[in-house]
C-alpha cells in the first residue's frame, strides 16, 4: 500500500516544523499500523545529539539525501530504532519515531512483542520498530513506495505538548521532543546517565 502523495512536500521544512505535525500520522508495515504519538526533533550539523553532526558517515547517508526515506539504525547492538528523513535534499535532519499506539494487526504486534500490555507494545523507539516488524534493512526504505508507509494525519493534533528528548548527552536540554498531551502510549522521561572517569592510579 502506497503513503501519502503529499509526504514529500510536507517533510520538506524544517524538522521543528514537521516533528509536531507527524504526531497522529499512520506508519504502516505490513499488517500492522501505528498511530505516532511521541516523536524527537533532531537537526544534523546544528544539533550535538545527531547522528549526523560531524558530517555523513555511511551509516547516516540516507540522512543526507531527500526527505521521505526511512534512517534505521541499531543501539545497544541489539535494538532497531527508526527514523523519518526531513528537509531539503543535501542537509541532514530526521525525526525520531518514539512511541504510538498499534491500531491495526493488533495479533501480530502482541505475537512479535510477546508479554507486554497492548499499550507498551508501541511504548518506546525499539518496541515500535519490533511490532512493526521493521529491521535494520528498511533503513532507506520509501515512505510513499513502502513496503514502509507513514500517510499524516489531516488534522493537526489538538493537544501537543514539549520537553527534553530522552537519554541524550549531546544537546540534552533542548525541549526537542513531542507528544500527544495525555496519551498513554508515550514514553517514559529519562535522562542521559552520566559517564564516570575513573582517577588513573586508582
Given at each position: 500500500?502506497?503513503g501519502s ?11 521543528l ?19 505516532l ?18 558530517g ?20 545497544y ?30 495479533e ?30 528498511h533503513?532507506g526504505?520509501?515512505?510513499?513506495a ?16 514539549v ?40
Amino acid at each position: 500500500m502506497a503513503g501519502s502523495p503529499d509526504l514529500r512536500g510536507l517533510l520538506s521544512a524544517p524538522v521543528l516544523e514537521v516533528a509536531p505535525r507527524l504526531l497522529g500520522a499512520t506508519l504502516r508495515h505490513g499488517e500492522v499500523a501505528v498511530r505516532l504519538t511521541e516523536v524527537e526533533a533532531y537537526d544534523g550539523a546544528n544539533d550535538a545529539g545527531s547522528h549526523a553532526y560531524r558530517g555523513p558517515t555511511p551509516r547516516t547517508a540516507v540522512m543526507f539525501g531527500p526527505p521521505g526515506f526511512l534512517y534505521c539504525y541499531f543501539t545497544y547492538g541489539m535494538h532497531v530504532c527508526c527514523n523519518v528523513v526531513t528537509g531539503l535534499d543535501g542537509t541532514a535532519s530526521a525525526v525520531l519515531l518514539r512511541a504510538g499506539e498499534v491500531t491495526e494487526g493488533l495479533e501480530l504486534a502482541r505475537a512479535r512483542r510477546p508479554g507486554a500490555s497492548d499499550r507498551d507494545l508501541a511504548r518506546g523507539p525499539a518496541r515500535l520498530c519490533k511490532a512493526l516488524g521493521i529491521e535494520l534493512s528498511h533503513n532507506g526504505a520509501d515512505l510513499v513506495a513502502g513496503p514502509v508507509t507513514l500517510a499524516p494525519s489531516p488534522e493537526p493534533a489538538p493537544a501537543v505538548s514539549v520537553g527534553p528528548r530522552v537519554g541524550l548527552r549531546g544537546d540534552p536540554d533542548r525541549p526537542w521532543r513531542f507528544w500527544l498531551t495525555g496519551e498513554p502510549t508515550v514514553s517514559a522521561y529519562r535522562p542521559a546517565v552520566a559517564r564516570v572517569r575513573r582517577a588513573k592510579g586508582l
